[in-house]
């Protein structure tokens, strides 16, 4: 089966690389230092590769040894975690130029993209599928390992609250718990901390909420001089698109962030609050994707532009 396959890959392979979504969230920083530990124990050494990441994931085990780069050219064998697609793979010539590929991924919309593709949507966390082929393999779980799988949960499923949340994941949060992850700590440290800059941009996007489609629809943004004003660092963005999420009535909350390499484009982020609409659908329709309750695209155009592109496809695909 694939999980033996990938056992088989990661043995013959002398040299592995770990890579993951650009703009890594706390899911995919953590499932990228939970492989790396775990690979140690099978007695293989691994090379991370992120671009650059949010200061708050600072405190998880091993994480200095994340590069940059690489000099190797061509490894044996690249695994790519929670990215659902190679457009948005951070680094992606490693993977291409690779011998070798792995995806280990919970996105729906995983176009499976590498030799062998471990995809489970029905997993709240690309970290929680690891936790089970990590036990699968044979490897303990200690607490630093622990500490990167949960993060990668308590991030994804907003501290155990989203419906994607199963028993299963308070089944190992509980023996996490008691092998000595303080999921408290990760918590606080990862949703319950706002940066200075984080909590000046939130007051922007407070101000600049519009409640569309009689209060359905919460849409706001934020522009690159926006984010130079408040002296924004790599993460400081995270969490707002929750802020319209969380208003009474609001369906659907709408986040767009200028894209800093590109003026003209939009980062979307929406989240919906009702298991009759799937903004992963939406997202797809702008070549994006996600989860049928948390999904993103990349749309060219103005504030305004994309705003109305963005309400056509909502009344069109989900007739709100
Ligand atoms: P975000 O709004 O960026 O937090 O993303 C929400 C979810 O959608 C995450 O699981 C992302 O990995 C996924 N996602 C975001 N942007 C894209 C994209 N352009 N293509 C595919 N999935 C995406
Ligand atoms: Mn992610
Ligand atoms: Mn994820």
Redesign the pocket.
Known sequence: MTLDEILEEIKNAKQIVIL??ET??G??IGSCLATKLALKKLGKSSDIIISKYAKMYDFLPSINEIMKESQVEKYDLAISL??ATLKRLDNKEYFENAKKTIIIDHHGSNNMYADINYVNPASPA?AEILLAIFSYFGIEIDQEIGTCIMTGIIT?TGGMQYPSTTADTFEYAADLLRKGVNISDICKRTLNTKTKANFELTKMVIDRMELLEEGKVAFSYITNEDLKKVDAKEGDHEGLVNIGREIEGVEISIFIRQKEENEEEYKVSMRSNSDQINVSDICMVYGGGGHPRAAGAVIKGDVEQVKEKLLYSIKKISKI
């Open positions: 993951t979504h890594p969230d899911d995919a929670d990215c690309c994804d």
